[in-house]
């Protein structure tokens, strides 16, 4: 699939995917050489850029009638000092495309980062902590630290959604909580995953 070969509607459709459209061009020539070693998502939507369609208006409907009904999802409850506010206008209107693009297939990025120098801060303030007896401190402090940091300062990454009486709302959480997975190995060698909750 490649680009110049693609009529402007599957451009389009190919473009949706950003970064990943490697990644998709790389599962297309897999569903090209064999459509069942790729997963139904994906041959369904190989199968309309294959082909050209362009939406007729049903597509939104068939989309939306597939996305992940609420109904099936535990939502996050308001705390007594939370804030709510209806979701409604264009905001409700980009709920409904969120829903809705639940059914789109995905790809993930990733990207290296060195961390040398990271580690050799790290290393500084360990040795500094150790002469004091206070402990030291591991990339998931630092990685904790820098979420809670970014949390203070833009509020709204600590915002959750929520329906109550059928109505879609925002909840503005006035605390910050934070879940750390950490993994714990037992006596016996077998290992565990724990999740911590440091509460506001």
Request: no cysteine; charged share 25%.
């Given at each position: 699939?490649?680009?110049?070969?693609?009529?402007?509607?599957?451009?389009?459709?190919?473009?949706?995917?950003?970064?990943n459209?490697?990644?998709?061009?790389y599962?297309?020539?897999?569903?090209?050489?064999?459509?069942?070693?790729?997963?139904?998502?994906?041959?369904?939507?190989?199968g309309?850029?294959?082909?050209?369609?362009?939406s007729?208006?049903?597509?939104?409907?068939?989309?939306?009638?597939?996305?992940?009904?609420?109904?099936?999802?535990?939502?996050?409850?308001?705390?007594?000092?939370?804030?709510?506010?209806?979701?409604?206008?264009?905001?409700?209107?980009?709920?409904?495309?969120?829903?809705?693009?639940?059914?789109i297939?995905?790809?993930?990025?990733q990207?290296?980062?060195?961390?040398?120098?990271?580690?050799?801060?790290?290393?500084?303030?360990?040795?500094?902590?150790?002469?004091?007896?206070?402990?030291?401190i591991?990339?998931?402090?630092?990685?904790?630290w820098?979420?809670?940091?970014?949390?203070?300062?833009?509020?709204s990454?600590?915002?959750?959604f929520?329906?109550?009486?059928?109505?879609?709302?925002?909840?503005k959480?006035?605390?910050?909580?934070?879940?750390?997975?950490?993994?714990?190995?037992?006596?016996?060698?077998?290992?565990?995953?724990i999740?911590?909750?440091?509460?506001?």
């Open positions: 699939m490649k680009s110049s070969d693609l009529t402007k509607e599957q451009k389009v459709e190919l473009e949706k995917f950003g970064a459209t490697w990644f998709v061009e599962l297309h020539k897999q569903y090209e050489e064999n459509p069942d070693g790729v997963s139904e998502q994906w041959q369904n939507f190989f309309k850029v294959s082909s050209g369609k362009k007729n208006g049903d597509e939104k409907n068939i989309m939306k009638e597939s996305a992940i009904p609420f109904s099936n999802v535990k939502l996050p409850e308001p705390q007594p000092d939370d804030r709510l506010q209806i979701i409604a206008g264009s905001a409700a209107k980009i709920l409904d495309n969120m829903n809705a693009s639940l059914t297939p995905v790809a993930t990025s990207r290296t980062l060195p961390v040398k120098l990271l580690e050799e801060n790290r290393t500084l303030i360990n040795h500094y902590l150790q002469k004091k007896n206070l402990g030291k591991s990339f998931t402090h630092l990685i904790g820098a979420i809670v940091k970014a949390i203070m300062t833009n509020r990454m600590n915002n959750a929520t329906i109550i009486n059928g109505k879609p709302n925002i909840i959480r006035n605390k910050i909580n934070l879940g750390l997975a950490i993994d714990i190995e037992k006596k016996d060698g077998s290992r565990s995953l999740v911590p909750n440091i509460k506001n």
